[in-house]
């Protein structure tokens, strides 16, 4: 299948609109790791794996063995074994990993993930890279796999340890642990989309691009064929369709700087109709916050939801993020007084929170976008991010409406503990999303609200100088008398254009 770019498009919320034969949203790291075993099992050239972070100790799925292969019978389940063996089963294929480069010393205290990472290195047909082509203090965040520059794989899920999980999100399930430890992890919810086509081989170019300028050598496609590497037995919810891909970037080295992303979100926010439903990782970003407080402001706002994680994680993270969180409700806030914006949190079944990571954004069950970049400033600007998105509005798409309203029942249906039919059956008689969540038994799985709070003066710094999230690179290292602040006598400070 070969792939057909599309032209730049004029509008500067999108890199490229491409056409997809088939595309599918996979929610949670269990059913993900266990298609793309089965996606990497059917790879002819290429796989190149792009990532904040990559662990080979973890497991994408169960080992099977082969007995009509002459040699390695053993399909490894774990990343780094499995890589060694598609290799070697298949001479022509290629394998090119690139990682943020940030926290490559923490590979020593992975154990068996040095033996893995040197096997990787001296085997002909594998290639692994640390990207650092970005301004300090800026990311590689994209989470972007391509298989034959004909499957690819967008989202939020990297394949690392620490995030597999179902939609179950039991509380202590023994399958959710550490490498080689039975230490257990918390429940982890996230999401990514699977597409074949015109549109994987887009986000081969992207990838070529991003390898380059991480200083590898140059990539040339793939050539044409009629196989997929789509995972043989997975009905896509979407066929036909058109995709839009998003990207952020900062500036560096003579590389202009991206903002599509910001761009798309703000376009997205001002449609809203009837209603907006997110789930983000963070909640930080002033961009995003004033197009949702001059939506709400506007006459007939729509309900948003939006599903965060109860705390950021890590201190750090807790410090910069949960405060400008709270920030930023109180400012929406004044402009939003029928309350249609509302924050809630998920728990699982035991009461216990459920991380969330994903990063989705479901408008008028009409515009559905899955991808890497969070709603936070570093993410508008700062780090290297990646996001898809079907708009059933645009020419040929309307057949898409459907299939991204069942996507929005089942996340409800996950996080409030119902199922698809009660959801759906709530829906029809009140279509508040507002009302289904609150009036939810919490006897399984439960979504609470956020509950505002006071911030301590160090917060409140913090969060006012968008210290740890600034929007744009130059930022960090500015000091306090120069720093713009998120507020301005109580409401948001408006960015100048």
Same mark, same amino acid.
């Given at each position: 299948?070969?792939?057909?770019?599309?032209?730049?498009?004029?509008?500067?919320?999108?890199?490229?609109?491409?056409?997809?034969?088939?595309?599918?949203?996979?929610?949670?790291?269990?059913?993900?790791?266990?298609?793309?075993?089965?996606?990497?099992?059917?790879?002819?050239?290429?796989?190149?794996m792009i990532g904040w972070d990559f662990d080979t100790r973890m497991r994408l799925g169960k080992g099977r063995r082969f007995w009509n292969l002459p040699r390695k019978r053993i399909? !490894?389940? #774990?990343?780094?074994? @499995?890589?060694?063996? %598609?290799?070697?089963?298949?001479?022509? =294929?290629?394998?090119? +990993?690139?990682?943020?480069?940030?926290?490559?010393?923490?590979?020593?205290?992975?154990?068996?993930?040095?033996?893995?990472?040197?096997?990787?290195?001296?085997?002909?047909?594998?290639?692994?890279?640390?990207?650092?082509?970005?301004?300090?203090?800026?990311?590689?965040?994209?989470?972007?796999?391509?298989?034959?520059?004909?499957?690819?794989?967008?989202?939020?899920?990297?394949?690392?340890?620490?995030?597999?999980?179902?939609?179950?999100?039991?509380?202590?399930? !023994?399958? #959710?642990?550490?490498? @080689?430890?039975?230490? %257990?992890?918390?429940?982890?919810?996230? =999401?990514?989309?699977? +597409?074949?086509?015109?549109?994987?081989?887009?986000?081969?170019?992207?990838?070529?691009?991003?390898?380059?300028?991480?200083?590898?050598?140059?990539?040339?496609?793939?050539?044409?064929?009629?196989?997929?590497?789509?995972?043989?037995?997975?009905?896509?919810?979407?066929?036909?369709?058109?995709?839009?891909?998003?990207?952020?970037?900062?500036?560096?080295?003579?590389?202009?700087?991206?903002?599509?992303?910001?761009?798309?979100?703000?376009?997205?926010?001002?449609?809203?109709?009837?209603?907006?439903?997110?789930?983000?990782?963070?909640?930080?970003?002033?961009?995003?916050?004033?197009?949702?407080?001059?939506?709400?402001?506007?006459?007939?706002?729509?309900?948003?939801?939006?599903?965060?994680?109860?705390?950021?994680?890590?201190?750090?993270?807790?410090?910069?993020?949960?405060?400008?969180?709270?920030?930023?409700?109180?400012?929406?806030?004044?402009?939003?007084?029928?309350?249609r914006f509302r924050i809630f949190m998920p728990f699982n079944a035991a009461g216990t929170a459920i991380y969330v990571h994903?990063?989705?954004?479901?408008?008028?069950?009409?515009?559905?976008?899955?991808?890497?970049?969070?709603?936070?400033?570093?993410?508008?600007?700062?780090?290297?991010?990646?996001?898809?998105?079907?708009?059933?509005?645009?020419?040929?798409?309307?057949?898409?409406?459907?299939?991204?309203?069942?996507?929005?029942?089942?996340?409800?249906?996950?996080?409030?503990?119902?199922?698809?039919?009660?959801?759906?059956?709530?829906?029809?008689?009140?279509?508040?999303?507002?009302?289904?969540?609150?009036?939810?038994?919490?006897?399984?799985?439960?979504?609470?609200?956020?509950?505002?709070?006071?911030?301590?003066?160090?917060?409140?710094?913090?969060?006012?100088?968008?210290?740890?999230?600034?929007?744009?690179?130059?930022?960090?290292?500015?000091?306090?008398?120069?720093?713009?602040?998120?507020?301005?006598?109580?409401?948001?400070?408006?960015?100048?254009?």
């Open positions: 299948m070969e792939s057909n770019p599309t032209p730049i498009a004029p509008n500067p919320s999108v890199w490229r609109f491409a056409r997809a034969s088939r595309a599918h949203v996979v929610i949670d790291a269990a059913d993900y790791y266990a298609l793309m075993q089965q996606a990497m099992h059917r790879a002819q050239q290429l796989i190149h399909n !490894p389940a #774990r990343l780094g074994a @499995y890589v060694i063996w %598609l290799c070697d089963r298949t001479p022509g =294929l290629q394998v090119r +990993v690139l990682k943020w480069n940030f926290g490559a010393l923490k590979f020593l205290f992975r154990g068996s993930m040095i033996l893995d990472l040197i096997r990787w290195m001296l085997h002909p047909q594998i290639d692994f890279k640390l990207d650092s082509a970005h301004p300090l203090g800026c990311s590689h965040h994209q989470k972007v796999v391509v298989i034959d520059d004909t499957f690819a794989v967008c989202g939020g899920i990297d394949m690392t340890s620490d995030r597999w999980d179902t939609p179950e999100h039991l509380e202590a399930d !023994p399958r #959710r642990h550490k490498p @080689y430890s039975k230490k %257990l992890y918390g429940p982890w919810h996230d =999401l990514t989309m699977l +597409v074949e086509g015109d549109v994987a081989g887009n986000l081969a170019e992207l990838g070529r691009d991003r390898w380059e300028r991480a200083g590898g050598k140059p990539l040339t496609p793939c050539q044409p064929q009629t196989e997929s590497a789509w995972p043989e037995g997975l009905k896509a919810e979407f066929e036909d369709v058109e995709i839009g891909i998003a990207r952020t970037r900062a500036q560096w080295h003579g590389s202009s700087e991206i903002r599509e992303i910001e761009a798309l979100f703000i376009e997205h926010i001002a449609r809203a109709k009837q209603f907006i439903y997110a789930e983000s990782q963070y909640f930080a970003s002033r961009a995003i916050a004033e197009a949702l407080a001059e939506r709400l402001a506007r006459p007939d706002p729509p309900e948003i939801v939006l599903i965060n994680p109860e705390s950021a994680e890590g201190w750090l993270e807790q410090t910069a993020m949960d405060g400008a969180r709270v920030q930023l409700c109180h400012a929406i806030g004044s402009d939003d007084p029928h309350s994903s990063k989705v954004m479901i408008v008028d069950d009409e515009v559905i976008r899955i991808g890497s970049a969070n709603m936070n400033n570093r993410s508008m600007g700062l780090d290297s991010e990646c996001d898809l998105f079907i708009d059933a509005a645009r020419p040929g798409n309307s057949h898409a409406a459907a299939p991204i309203k069942r996507v929005r029942i089942a996340l409800l249906a996950e996080h409030t503990g119902l199922n698809v039919e009660q959801v759906e059956q709530q829906l029809a008689a009140n279509p508040s999303m507002i009302d289904l969540i609150t009036q939810a038994s919490k006897s399984g799985k439960y979504l609470e609200p956020f509950a505002l709070r006071p911030l301590t003066d160090a917060e409140k710094a913090v969060a006012d100088n968008a210290l740890l999230d600034p929007e744009r690179p130059e930022e960090l290292f500015e000091p306090f008398s120069k720093r713009r602040g998120l507020f301005r006598r109580g409401g948001l400070l408006r960015r100048p254009k």
